[in-house]
Each structure stands twice: as C-alpha cells, then as structure tokens.
C-alpha cells in the first residue's frame, strides 16, 4: 500500500470518486461538506482524542490540540446517503469508523459519541453502487487516481527516478525535531505602560514545521493563534485590552506549535510588565464629591417652595452606575453621566417637611466592581415665619358687662379665642394691677384655628 502525508485529510465524493479537496493536518478548521463524502485521515485513529456530534456535524478533537468540524457529515440527502470516516495511515488496511445509528445531534449542545470500527482493503466500497470509477482507484479531478497522486509526490520527493530535471532533489525531506523561537516582545521584553495603550505584535521563527501549521501563543491567561509561514516565521497580534490588564511584574509567554506529524515544540518567554502609575489622590478606587445644595448649603423658606437640584461629581466610576441620595428620611436616584457627574430632583413638599436645624445628605454609588464610594454634606433648614397671633376676649364679661355684689364675691372667668397660637401657650391677664394667666387649651388645636383661653379671675 503507498505510503500517505501523514496527517492531511482528502475529502472524495461517494458519488463518483473523485477528490472533491485536500487540507493539511495539525490545523483548526471547519469544512463543508456539500455532498455525501468520504473523509480520509491519512493517519491512525489514535489521532482523535475524542468524536463529538452537534446537529449534522461531526467534531474531531485531534491529540495534536486542533479541531476539525466536519459539516453535514451526519446530513442524509435524497437517497439516504451520508458520509463516512476513514483513517489510512498507508501501512495498515484502512479503518472505517461506524457511528451509532441512535446518536442524535442537539442544534445547540455538541455530544460526545463512540464509533466502532471495522477494517478495509480500501476505501472503495464505501463510494455509491453506481459509482462508475469504484472498480479502480478513487480519481482526482485531473484524472489521476489519489494512490498514484500520493506515490508521484514520493517519488518527487524521494528523488529516485520520475522525470526529467536531473537528479537533485527539489523537494526534499525536513529531517530532524520541530523546533520554535519567540522574538524579543515589544523589543526588549518589557512591558511600560505607553505599549499597554496600543495593540503589540509578538512574533517569532520556527524549523521543520510545515507552512500552515497552527502556532498557540499564551499570555495572561488568554490565546492567541497564528500560521506558520512559508518562511517558518509566525506572528499573532496582542491586544491593548489584554495587555493593560497583565498584572505588574513578570509574566510568561507561552507558545506550542506542532507540525504535520503532529510533534510538538514548545517555547517560553519571560516578560516584564511595569506597573501603572496613578495620580496623587487617585489610586484607582471610585469617589463621590456632593456641590453646594441651594447654592450656599442654606435651605431659606422661600427655597422651600420649588424643586431643588442636588448634583455632584464622581471619579473611576462608569457611566450608567446609579447613584442614591437621601435626605430627611426619603431616597432619591440618578445616573453617572459619561463625564462622571450626577444629579437628582428634590421636590419642594419634601423640602417644606424638613425640621428646622440642620440635616445631612448622605450620597452613595458604586463601580462596575461593586466598590462602594460615600459622601455627606450638612444643609441647614432655616426655620418657618409664622406670623403674631392674636388673642380676643369674649364679651360681655359675667354674661351681661357688669359685675354685681353676688358676682363679685365668686371668682371671675374670662374667656376668649387664639388665633396662630400653639396649644399649651401661656396667655397672661393684668387686672386691676394683679396679673393671671391660663394656657391655649387643646379644643381646636391648628396653627389657624381659633384657641379656646380660660382664665380665673
């Protein structure tokens, strides 16, 4: 049997025979299958560490750590016909892989599934009855069965007859392990703050890897991937985000590629990530500033009357983050616009409530992290203006306006009303050069109702 490229993939259709593509192994990639196909691996199924399904697709998670997603490989058309897996590696008969009938794939969730496997002399009876070309070997696109295009490309390669052009060897043989370099990371490995701002680029050399093979780089926790090229130099763009967030000091660049063989080389750069320079007085953590409330932190009485605005300022806290006031015992919210600053509205009936004296308003918000950052401002409330009561005696005194000798033995009760006088105020009485007094009684208690006053005499 020929010898395969070990590792690279030929997809043949199954209806005539003919290689519908090839891709080189060692590569993450997906590939559709537009028609019922046969899928050669040119290797062993010990190059699949595990099969998944999802829908119509198959999944391979390759030990070299690529995927490959085959899709519509489960996909029966018209006839009922699908595609078929086979694994050739050009020394054992091929091994066709079997998949349980019963295994149904999720449009949304991939399932892993177990095939079993059974052996062939070829991949042939796995191509449709009427397939004309099934009696001989499966046919390019050219013409040119894949066994003699595998066997001319050896014998290009291997430099024993085929041709003319003398008889060097123009394609020869990379011997030796895979290997891989990482250049010098934003040109001297370290890290200053002015290269955290932008994207970097981190690059580097490999030896006896294939052009296309797959380069994984690590760095904070994050992967990036890139292609060998036809050089062997590889390449990957690092974002600005993912380097302001590397914490300061020494980090480590990770990078594995592996080539067509699925062999792996690995390499590790050490880099120096300087640490980020605050400003005094701003160390990162949010804060909240409160503006003077009324203009001068002084509620007067005809500042009462109308809806105030209470604003402020905050630092390192996002737009959109709420922020919540309160005062005499009511809450008030609002948002941190995109400038850092806030506001809210307090109405005027909430205003006119508050107790004379002085009261605090306290201001609460938070970042995106949940930091929590507080402020308190002190607001005197000026007292209301209440305007003199008034006292009126009822008349007439004792019932008729005079006082004859059996009233004036008894005790004498005056009476009368108030009027904008509290209950339980004094009211006093001079009468003929004595002086008494009695208290606002309860009995129609309003700051404008009239006050029942009873004196004794």
């Known amino acids: 049997m020929a010898e395969l490229t070990q590792g690279r993939v030929d997809i043949i259709s199954r209806e005539n025979g003919t290689l519908i593509s090839q891709s080189n192994g060692g590569l993450t990639q997906t590939i559709n299958l537009t028609e019922p196909s046969v899928v050669r691996i040119n290797g062993t199924r010990a190059m699949v560490v595990q099969y998944e399904r999802q829908g119509d697709d198959l999944i391979l998670h390759m030990r070299d750590g690529s995927t490959m997603r085959y899709q519509k490989f489960f996909f029966d058309d018209a006839e009922g016909e699908h595609s078929e897996l086979v694994f050739d590696d050009g020394v054992n008969p091929p091994e ?29 009876p796995l191509l449709l009855a009427e397939n004309a070309n099934a009696s001989t070997a499966v046919i390019t696109a050219s013409g040119l069965g894949i066994l003699g295009l595998a066997g001319v490309a050896i014998g290009a390669g291997g430099g024993g007859g085929g041709g003319g052009g003398g008889g060097g060897d123009d394609n020869p043989a990379t011997p030796g392990a895979p290997a891989v370099v990482i250049n010098d990371f934003a040109g001297d490995n370290t890290l200053d703050n002015s290269e955290k701002t932008s994207d970097q680029i981190l690059s580097g050399s490999t030896t006896n890897v294939e052009a296309g093979q797959l380069v994984t780089v690590t ?46 080389a690995t390499g590790d750069l050490a880099l120096t990530v300087e640490a980020p320079v605050t400003e005094p007085g701003t160390p990162g953590a949010p804060a909240v500033a409160i503006n003077a409330f009324a203009g001068d932190n002084t509620l007067d009485n005809s500042e009462k009357t109308s809806d105030q605005i209470l604003s402020g300022s905050t630092t390192n806290v996002e737009a959109g983050q709420q922020v919540t006031v309160t005062l005499g015992g009511q809450t008030y919210s609002g948002q941190v616009g995109a400038d850092g600053s806030w506001s809210v509205t307090v109405p005027a009936a909430a205003l006119a409530a508050l107790a004379a004296g002085t009261s605090t308003i306290s201001v609460r918000v938070s970042n995106a992290a949940g930091t929590v950052a507080t402020d308190d401002l ?19 005194l004792s019932t008729d306006g005079y006082l004859n000798a059996q009233e004036a033995g008894n005790d004498l009760v005056i009476t009368g009303s108030a009027v904008g006088v509290a209950e339980g105020q004094i009211v006093t009485l001079d009468f003929n050069g004595t002086r008494y007094s009695g208290t606002v009684d309860a009995e129609g208690a309003g700051a404008s109702s009239s006050q029942p006053v009873l004196l004794q005499v």
């Open 96 to 124: 066709h892989a079997l998949f349980p009938d019963a295994a149904e794939g999720s449009d949304l969730a991939a399932t892993a599934v177990t095939p079993t496997y059974e052996s062939l002399d070829s991949v042939e």
């Open 219 to 264: 760095l904070g926790g994050q992967t990036y991937s890139g292609q060998v090229g036809a050089d062997g130099s590889w390449s990957v763009t690092v974002p600005a985000a993912a380097l302001a967030a590397l914490a300061a000091g020494t980090s480590t660049i990770s990078v594995r590629v592996s080539n067509a063989a699925g062999t792996v």
């Open 378 to 396: 002190t607001l005197t409330v000026e007292a209301p203006v209440t305007e003199p009561g008034t006292l009126t005696m009822t008349e007439p």
